[in-house]
Structures are given as C-alpha cells and as structure tokens.
C-alpha cells in the first residue's frame, strides 16, 4: 500500500512537472492539494511523509474523523466541499486554515460573524460554476465579481482568488473552456484593484485534467483518485448538499 502511494505521488508530480515545462511556467507556480475524501488517515500519513503538506477533506464530518490521526503530522488543511452554514462552528475547531468554496453571500456572512466572536481570520477562495451545470455548486461567472466585492466588505474573510470544478468530460477543449473562463474571471477582478482582495490562486483540476489546468494558469492542483485510488462512490456524492 505504501509503495503504491509514494509511486502514484511521484507519477502526478513528474505530470504536473511536465506540464509546467510544456507551459514555460516554473514549477514553483504550482501546489499539489490532496483531496483525501474517504481516505483513511493512515494512507493520508503515508502521502504526507514524502514531504507533501496540503490536504482538502469535502465533507465536515471526515475532517472531524481524522483529526486525531492527522493533528501531530505537519500538514495544512483547506476544505472544498459545499459548506452548510451550520458546520461552520466544526470547520473553525478543527484548524481549516482557507475555504475554496465560499460561494453565496450568506455563508460568507456566517462565517465573519462566527470569526469576529472568536477574534480570527480566514482565507477563502470564491467557487465559480464555469461549467454551468445544476449539478455543481458555485456562483454564476457573471455574478462572481458582485459576490467578491460584498465579501470583500467583510474584513475577517481574506479573498486569495477562486476556484471551479472543470467539466467531467473527456473532451479536453470543452474542459479547457471552463479554466479558461476562471482564468478571465481572475483578470477581470484583478483589473478592479479591490481592497481585502488578492486573486493569487486559482485552484482547478484533478486527476484527468491537471495538465490542461496548468496551461491555462492553475496554481492549485487538487488530487486525490491518482494517488489514493479509485473511491467507491461517484463524484456526484461528493456535490451533494443533501449528504450530511
């Protein structure tokens, strides 16, 4: 098991180095986030020893699973599935230092209140739906710059920059326009010069799209089929805001 992990890691990293080549960007330009949904925290640990240190868990109820296992381990978390508002308190106590899936006004609105009665700040990523499909969360491109200008209003909330879930599609160019179009959202938002807004980081593609993500700017690769295996629930799971 071991083995499989660290030789899965080194095949994703020596892909994203690739990509980083063919796309005459430096590789420092971008991360490697561990999408460690239904992942045991004993295949996690095996991952960060290679010296790997950020990981992403969708589902609150996994993040306070694992948090024993995890919490002596150098790592950082971030969280990327949809938040209900009433799992905020439980994402703050179990150290999630950056949402990438802030995606309406009230949950941000929630989330100030909460970090203002304990005195903290959080990073956030704006999720953006470019692919247009009910099925996925994440505000609408055209609506995107008016949710970041009124969560810019809230000053326990730091903007770092946005993140989508591409298309599930083989077909690399319909793939291709989603990136591309939070590739433009980030420009556009960038050109406005907001305060309480950096848009540094573009989280976009997984484990079948990476290259084509990283051509189009990526600066955060989230992984997790490619290095922990197949999973036995679909994507679409995952999404689900009915799931608890």
Not at 40 to 59: H, W
Request: with cysteine; glycine share 4%.
């Amino acid at each position: 098991m071991e083995n499989e992990i660290i030789k899965n890691l080194n095949h994703v990293l020596k892909r994203i180095e690739t990509a980083c080549v063919h796309s005459n960007r430096p590789l420092s330009d971008v991360k490697l986030l561990l999408a460690t949904k239904t992942v045991p925290a004993e295949r996690i640990k095996i991952a960060l020893s290679t010296g790997q240190t950020l990981i992403a868990e969708n589902k609150v109820q996994e993040l306070k699973e694992k948090y024993e296992a995890l919490k002596t381990t150098p790592h950082i978390n971030h969280f990327i599935g949809h938040l209900q508002t009433n799992k905020i308190k439980d994402i703050l106590k179990y150290d999630v230092s950056c949402i990438q899936s802030l995606d309406r006004i009230e949950l941000a609105t929630k989330l100030h209140q909460r970090l203002q009665l304990e005195n903290k700040t959080l990073e956030v990523l704006i999720q953006v739906n470019t692919s247009n499909e009910e099925s996925k969360f994440g505000v609408h491109p055209e609506k995107a710059l008016e949710l970041v200008k009124q969560v810019a209003q809230l000053d326990t909330l730091k903007i770092k920059g946005l993140m989508t879930i591409g298309l599930f599609s083989a077909e690399t160019e319909k793939v291709r326009a989603c990136f591309r179009l939070l590739k433009n959202t980030q420009q556009q938002i960038n050109a406005l010069h907001l305060s309480n807004v950096e848009m540094k980081e573009l989280s976009m593609g997984m484990s079948n799209d990476l290259e084509t993500a990283i051509e189009e700017g990526s600066t955060i690769i989230r992984i997790g089929t490619a290095i922990f295996g197949q999973r036995i629930y679909p994507d679409s799971y995952y999404w689900d805001e009915t799931k608890k």
